[in-house]
């Protein structure tokens, strides 16, 4: 399903964060090695700015 690794020793589905347009595009897709593994929230939003430019 969209890419995302499963494996019972990490407790399922590993985290993932897409950003999709008005349109239903996907703009970003980032898939976490770990529940820490996330990106910083200001990488997110400048890409939302992106899409609204």
């Given at each position: 399903?969209?890419?995302q690794e499963v494996n019972p020793l990490k407790m399922g589905r590993m985290p993932a964060?897409?950003?999709i347009d008005s349109q239903g595009i996907i703009r970003y897709a980032y898939y976490a090695d770990?529940?820490?593994?996330i990106p910083e929230?200001?990488?997110?939003f400048d890409i939302l700015k992106d899409i609204n430019a």
């Open positions: 399903m969209l890419k964060i897409l950003v770990s529940m820490d593994d929230n200001k990488e997110i």
